[in-house]
């Protein structure tokens, strides 16, 4: 199982503080925030890691380096100095990520999700009737409607209206073949991508209710440090 770490973003929320560092780069008790996506994939089993940038991405080559020291292997997928969107930046990545199902993980947002747990279903996305396994969580304050619906059986409505709203974690699975015919290079969103899946019942999902935090303000950024080093 290979994971793509997504830490392109110019993090336009957190300036002054992104402006001479990446965000996944931002102190999280005591140490860059994408850490804890890494440490706890490697504690999870999976130790192939694709990690895009485009912002300031030499620092963050320069900071982890090829993963050893973290007992993964990591290999860059560099955008350059326009970030590809979410869509565009796997479909960028896949030469990296292989044929089989990964993950992909938001490098912003501070979670317990069980890695090991979501990695263990890939065998259940078959490429054509199974396309997509998204993550979902209690709608936050700056998200109140929700992005999806979760339906009882765990089919996942591009309407929030339809079952149980929920917001995208920014966490998923995902076969190659949700990205079959994207160029690599171009800029696209992947909610459009997923919706057009969702409307031919091809995305499923689940429920998280441990910990998760949108890390995109440094409002957001204070509360996940406290977090972080409650935990420590």
Known sequence: MRAMILAAGRGERMRPLTDHCPKPLLDVGGEPLILWH???????????????????????????????????????????DRALETAGGIATAL??????????????VLTDIDFAALAAQAGALDGVHALARLVLVGNP???????????????VSADPLEGTGLTFSGVGLYHPALFAGMPAGEPAKLAPLLRGAMAKGRVSGERHDGLWLDVGTPERLLEADAIARARA
């Open 95 to 108: 030469p990296l990520l292989g044929d089989a199902p990964f993950l992909v993980i938001n490098g912003d």
């Open 38 to 80: 890494i440490r706890r994939l490697a504690a999870s089993g999976v130790r192939e890691i694709v990690i895009n940038h485009a912002w300031l991405g030499r620092l963050i080559e320069e900071r982890l380096g090829d993963g050893a020291a973290y007992g993964v292997s990591i290999r860059y997928s560099a955008e350059g």
């Open 141 to 155: 304050a700056h998200n109140a409607k929700g992005d999806f619906g979760l339906q009882p059986g765990g089919r």
